[in-house]
């Protein structure tokens, strides 16, 4: 999916002004002044405030996307260590903008809306298929036990990690979300690992 420049500022600027103020003062008014462009101007590059919000989605799933392929087609790594570098990505992409963490954990918010809900899903599910193909891979090859089913051990990696990520945003980012995260994984990772 291709963005302009300014498409990207919007989606930039739209996720500050949720995380700062809620999503429900994300109007095109308060947009248009966050980012010196009159109401007009922003209107040439989204039809409207929700098409803003299913559009901030869509590039934030590319961009996941498209660092999470990256990982996932080494195969010179162990599978814990390609697991530790997904999530690490994760770690590092939110650290780098930490607004977009009130988007898209934002899931209740968007359940009166369908294409919000089903985006908000996708990226849950994308996630969630990253990890258990991970999983899988790990148990196939005999570095994971299969003890507990790779789909089971997704859910409970990335429920640990998504509460790791909503302290750490709750905290204001006071406290280090790469350092806890990877202490969570690793613990799972100890009790997984051949």
């Known amino acids: 999916m291709e963005f302009t420049e300014r498409q990207i500022e919007i989606i930039e600027a739209a996720a500050l002004r949720i995380d700062k103020h809620g999503i429900q003062n994300l109007t095109i008014k308060n947009l248009s002044a966050d980012i010196g462009l009159s109401e007009p ?3 040439r590059h989204f039809k409207s405030k929700n098409d803003i919000l299913l559009n901030l989605l869509d590039y934030f799933t590319a961009e996941m996307k498209e660092r999470l392929d990256s990982i996932s087609i080494k195969s010179d790594i162990s599978a814990s260590d390609k697991l530790t570098a997904i999530f690490n990505s994760q770690f590092k992409a939110f650290t780098k903008k930490p607004a977009v963490i009130s988007v898209i954990f934002s899931d209740g918010i968007f359940h009166f809306n369908k294409g919000l809900s089903d985006k908000v899903t996708g990226i849950m599910n994308l996630m969630r298929g990253y990890v258990n193909d991970n999983i899988g891979e790990g148990q196939k090859n005999g570095e994971y036990s299969d003890f ?3 789909a089971t051990l997704s859910t409970m990696i990335i429920g640990a990690v998504r509460l790791t990520v909503l302290q750490w945003k709750l905290s204001g980012h006071k406290s280090n979300l790469t ?4 202490s969570i994984l690793s613990a799972f990772l100890s009790m997984i690992k051949r």
């Open 148 to 150: 507990i089913n790779s």
């Open 179 to 182: 350092e806890n995260g990877n």
């Open 41 to 43: 101007a922003l209107y």
